[in-house]
């Protein structure tokens, strides 16, 4: 005799296992006295782009007073960001990297 107790119902809808970390944007910003060849430089260095990427990150933030470098996991951007503002830093000019979550 079946046990009418016993659903055999499948679920409907079944939770993913992990939950997708959440991105965060290294955001390069523009200033009036950081040489152009250095940004280059510190995005070759710290971000690992090409002369043409480079350039072209760095000239998005001279023209429009920002740009997106990269977008990561919080951890890494940070690490990133404060790695490249102190290389700067460092060399004496006030370029600056900041981080935000990406919407
Ligand atoms: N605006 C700087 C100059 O004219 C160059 C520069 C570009 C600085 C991009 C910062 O994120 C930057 N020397």
Known sequence: MPNKDVSL???LQSKPKLEQPKLYKVILLNDDYTPREFVTVVLKAVFRMSEEAGNRVMMTAHKFGSAVVVVCTRDIAET???EATDL???AGFPLMFTTEPEE
């Open 88 to 90: 700067a830093k460092e």
């Open 80 to 82: 990133k960001a404060k």
């Open 9 to 11: 119902k499948p679920k």
